[in-house]
C-alpha cells in the first residue's frame, strides 16, 4: 500500500532539475534512505545488492592478481596522524574522534578511519624484514567516515564504503608498476563491468591524495556534465615507509625503505552508475552488475492465464539454469502496463513477455530497456537471445555514455574560450596548462571547474597554456566535480 | 628469513598452558597480530580467508531462506539507547563515543554500534506501513565494538566482525518461527561446516540479550573445557517496535506492533574452531572452512627432482579442477620434513606426498593431519580418494571433538557433586534448576561457572534444584565460559 503510494509520485525529469531526478530515483527505488545521522545512509537491499556484485567482481580480480584481504582497526591514535605532515593536513579536517569510552576519558584520541595507510604502516613496519617479505599485497573492504559539510547520497556521505589497497615492494618500479595495474583494473572494471566509459590520467599536484608522491584516477563524465572520480591508485614513494619505518634488508643486505602504494574505489561508483545510466523514466542498471537482469511477466486474459503462466515457469527455469539473474512476476492484482513502468523505473535492463498469442505462434517478447527495441523471438531461442541481449545491452549503455561524453567535451586554447563552453552546456574541457597552482586556481575560480587528471591520451595536445598563455608542461582535463 | 626464526619458536604444550598454547598457534600461523588500539587485533590474511568463507557459506544460507543484506550507520545517536531501558543498561557500561567531529564539539553524543537494534529498529518503523511489508528479512555484515576489559584475540576484542540479523513479522508465531529457523541454521553450520558440535538451548533470563524476550544459543566446548557461545538469536517480542514505533495496518485493518527478531554469529567462531580442534602441534582446520585443504609435497633427491616436480604439476591440475583447494611446495631450499612440519602447525587437513618411487608404482601418498592416517593409493584415484578423505577428515574431527565433550559432561544432582567434578576436571555439568536468580548465583560465585543454556534435549531430566533441593523447573547446563 505504502509502495504503491510511493511509487505514483512522479519523477522529476532530468531537464527540470537533475539533483532532485537523481534523489527521486534512488529514493523511488528503494536503494538508500536516509538515517538520523547527519551526512549517513542506509544502503537498503536493493542497493546493497549492487555493492555486493562490485564486491565480487571486484575481489576477484584482486585475488587473481595476487593479493589477500585482511581487516584492520576501525580506530587510529591521534599520534599515528601526526607521523606523515602532508597526511595529517589532509584529512585532519574531516576526521571523527572518539575521545570517550566505556565511561571514562581516553588517554589519546581515537580517530575513525578516514582511509588506513598509517595503520598499515604501523603493521607493515612489524611484518616486513626482509625482500623475502615483499612484496606485501593486501586489500582491505572496510567502513570509513570523512565528516563532509555537504554530503549526496552515495557520492560523498560521511560514512561510505570501500575497499582500499596497500602493497609494499623493494623498490620504486615495482611500487609503480602496482600502481598503474590496479589503475587498469579499475579502467576495465568501470567500463567492463558498469559501462562507464572513463578518462585514465594523473592527477595535478593540488588534487594528489594527501602524502602521496603521485595520484593517478579515473574519471566519469554525469549525464549533468559534472565529473565523478571513480576510483584512484597512488604511488606513495618512501613518504609512508619513512614515517612508520617499514625497512627491509635488500638482496644485497642493505637496509631499505620499502616503496608503498594505495588504491581505492568506494561506493561513489553506485551514485556514478545512476548519473551516468538513468534516465527520466528511472534507473537503468547496467547488465552486469544488475542485481535482476530480467524480469518474466505473464500477459494475457485470466481463462489462459494458468498456462501462460506453467510456460513462464518452464522457460524461467532454463534462464536460470543458464545463470541468468531472472525473476518472474506473475501477480494478478496488478496490471502488465504498472509492471513495465515499475521495472522501468527500477533499471531492470530486459523484460520478457509471454502471452496467449505468444504462445500460439512458439514465439516470446523481449524488450530492452536501454532503447526500448523490441523482439519477438522463438522461445527455443530464448537463453541464447537473452545473452546476446543483455551484451548488447551492455555495448549500447556503454557508447551511449560515450556519445554523451564527446558532445559535451570541448578542447579549448583559453579560458574565455572554456567560459563559454561551459557557459553553453556543462560539460568537460581540455587545455594545455603551465604547471602552475594559480593558473588552475584561476580556472576554478572563473568557472567552478577544477583539474580532473592529465589523461595519458589527450585529444590533442595542446602547447600554451589556457590562463596565462606560457608553455603547457601538461594537457589537462577540467571539470566540475562531484 | 623472519619467518625462518620465528617457525623455530616451539609452541607451549595445550596441557602446560591452555592460553600460552592459544597466542602461540595463532600468532605462528599467522592469523592475526596484535593492534596498537587497546584491544584491537590485525585480522592477517590467513586468519581473514577463515572469515570469508565462513561469510561465504552462511550468506548464501540467509538467502536461501529470503534474507537480504542492506548496510546501516555505525553511528547510533544517545538518544536511541534510550528508548529501551534494558537494551541501554546492558550496553551502556561497553560503548565509545564520538564527541567531536571535524574541529566541532557534536551537539549529541554518536556511540560506535555494539549491535544495531536501535537503528534497525528506527528505519523499520520509516518502511513498514501495511502486513503487505512483512515479513522484513534483513542482514548486516558489519564491525562492531564493545569496549571490553578483558579481551582475547577472535574470541573478545574491542572491534570484531559479525552479522546482525534484524527481521519483523506479524505477529509472535511467525517472528518466533523466524528465531527457531536462525538458530537451526547456526546449529547445522557450525556442526556441519566448522566441525563442532554444539549444545542447542534457551538461555535463562539472566542471560539474555538485553531487550530480548527470548535468547536462544548455541554452546561450544573448547579443549580446556571452557564454553564459547558460538551464535545467538533473539526473539525480542514487541520491546523494540513498542520503543521505535514499528507499527503496520493488518489484515483486519488495525494498528499492530510488530514482532521482531535478532540473531548474530561473530569472527569469535575463529577462535571457537581453534580451540576444539587445534593440538599441541598448532591448528588443525576443518577441511570445509579451510582456505587450503591439502598441500602437495614433491619428495626425493636432485636427480628425479623435474621428473616429480611436473607430475605433481599435473595432479595439481585436476585436483584444482575438482575444485580442491589445493597448493603446491616445490621450494628446494626447505626440506621436506621442515614442510611437513610448517603445514601441520597451520593445520592444513591433507597432505600429499609424491615421490620418486611412487612414481614408479603410479601411486601417490596421503597423509591426513589429524589422525596422521597415511594411504597410498593409484594416482588415477587421486581426485575421488580427496574428496573421500576430506569428508572422512571432518567426520572424525567432528566426533573427536563431540568424544571430548562427552568425557567432560556431567550430570550432577548437587553443587558439592558439581564442585568435586568441576575441581577434578574442567568441563561442562548438566542439573536442575529451580529457576531462582539466587541460586544461580550461587553457582557462579562457588564455581565460576555460568548457566550456559536450557539444552533443548538435555540428557537427564533433572526434578531438584542442585543448589537449594527445590522442584527444579529446568535442566541447565553450566559451565565455565569464555
Known sequence: MAKDKQFVTEITPQGEDFSRWYIDVIKKAELMDYSPVRGCIVFRPEGYELWENIQRELDSRFKETGHRNAYFPIFIPESFFQKEKEHVEGFNPELPWVTEAAGEKLEERLAIRPTSETMFGHMYAK??????????????????????????PFLRTSEFLWQEGHTAHEDEKDARAETMQMLEIYRDFVEGFLA?????????????????????????????????????????????????????????NNLQHAHTTSWGVSTRLIGAMIMVHGDDRGLALPPKVAPTQAVMIPIGPAKTRDAVIARVDELYAELKKAGVRVRVDDRSDVSPGWKFNEYEMRGIPLRIELGPRDMENGQIVLVSRISGEKRIIAQDQLVEEVGRMLEQIH????????????????????????KTFMEAKRGFVEAGWCGSDACERQVKEETGATSRNIPFEPRQRKSTCLVCGDAATDTVVFARAY
Do not use: C
Open 127 to 152: 611484518w616486513i624484514q626482509s625482500y623475502r617479505d615483499l612484496p606485501l599485497l593486501i586489500n582491505q573492504w572496510a567502513n570509513v567516515v570523512r565528516w563532509e559539510k555537504r554530503t549526496l
Open 395 to 418: 555495448q549500447e549503455m556503454f557508447e551511449r555514455a560515450l556519445n554523451f561524453r564527446e558532445e559535451n567535451f570541448k578542447a579549448v586554447d583559453t579560458l574565455d574560450e572554456m
Open 196 to 252: 562507464i566509459p572513463v578518462i585514465v590520467g594523473q592527477k595535478t599536484p593540488s588534487e594528489r591524495f594527501a602524502g602521496a608522491v603521485d595520484t593517478f584516477s579515473i574519471e566519469a563524465m554525469m549525464k549533468d556534465g559534472k565529473a565523478v572520480q571513480a576510483g584512484t591508485s597512488h604511488y606513495l614513494g618512501t613518504k609512508f615507509a619513512v614515517a612508520f619505518d617499514i625497512k627491509f634488508l635488500d638482496r644485497e
